[in-house]
């Protein structure tokens, strides 16, 4: 069974940070790609960031670029979303998300962590 399990969310003022993690289980998780989205009240949810199972690449939502970081930890199975500069309207539910190579369709999903950062 896989599961995806987020931490790290909170509260925190504008202009500061927080890291998220993901721990993956139940999937050989260096043959997945990696994704976060989040999810604001009353929105869609929306793709922030990505990151390519062996080579790292990745990719970003352009309203965080230059102010959130993706990477993995194959040994650990655990993907990070570092946080820098936060905005209010970076406020929302954070989700992590999992897909093979094969399809742009993400198969597996946490359960969310709350990201609220106040003005």
């Known amino acids: 069974q896989v599961q995806l399990v987020e931490s790290g969310g909170g509260l925190v003022q504008a202009g500061g940070s927080l890291r998220l993690s993901c721990a993956a289980s139940?999937?050989?998780?260096?043959?997945?790609?990696l994704g976060w989205f989040r999810q604001a009240p009353g929105k869609e949810r929306e793709f922030v960031a990505r990151?390519?199972?062996?080579?790292?690449?990745?990719y970003y939502l352009d309203s965080v670029k230059g102010r959130f970081t993706i990477s993995r930890d194959n040994t650990k199975n655990t993907v990070f979303l570092q946080m820098n500069m936060l905005k209010p309207e970076d406020t929302a539910v954070y989700y992590c998300?999992?897909?093979?190579?094969?399809?742009?369709?993400?198969?597996?999903w946490g359960q969310g962590t709350q990201v609220t950062v106040s003005s």
């Open positions: 998300a999992a897909r093979t190579t094969l399809t742009t369709r993400y198969n597996y």
């Open positions: 990151i390519s199972p062996s080579e790292g690449r990745t």
């Open positions: 139940g999937l050989t998780f260096s043959n997945y790609v």
